[in-house]
Nanobody, 117 residues
Framework: QVQLVESGGGLVQTGGSLRLSCAASGSIFSINTMGWYRQAPGKQRELVARITSGGSTNYADSVKGRFTISRDGAVNTVYLQMNSLKPEDTAVYYC???????????WGQGTQVTVSS
């Protein structure tokens, strides 16, 4: 049983910051990637940022320079530092984990981020 527990969402004003955390637990081995996706009302889920086991990262163009993804491999936790938040960043943010030789994929329950103008 694999669990992803997210925390850190909330309400913030434009220009503010939030830090999301996602702790993975259970029978996890050979992590490929951990990352964050988001889904705004009426829109498809989209990649925000992703980090590999080797530390390589990639970001959506819309968040480059504002968001930073990092991880603590010792405790299978991934973080998303979000700065200079904009109203268009408002969405439910989902943690994503891919691991194992068969690329098993798990999702967190989602955490709401709301940026007021």
């Amino acid at each position: 049983q694999v669990q992803l527990v997210e925390s850190g969402g909330g309400l913030v004003q434009t220009g503010g910051s939030l830090r999301l955390s996602c702790a993975a637990s259970g029978s996890i081995f050979s992590i490929n990637t951990m990352g964050w996706y988001r889904q705004a009302p009426g829109k498809q889920r989209e990649l925000v940022a992703r980090i590999t086991s080797g530390g390589s990262t990639n970001y959506a163009d819309s968040v480059k320079g504002r968001f930073t993804i990092s991880r603590d491999g010792a405790v299978n936790t991934v973080y998303l530092q979000m700065n200079s938040l904009k109203p268009e960043d408002t969405a439910v943010y989902y943690c994503n984990l891919v691991f194992g030789l068969t690329y098993l994929e798990y999702w967190g329950q989602g955490t709401q981020v709301t940026v007021s103008s």
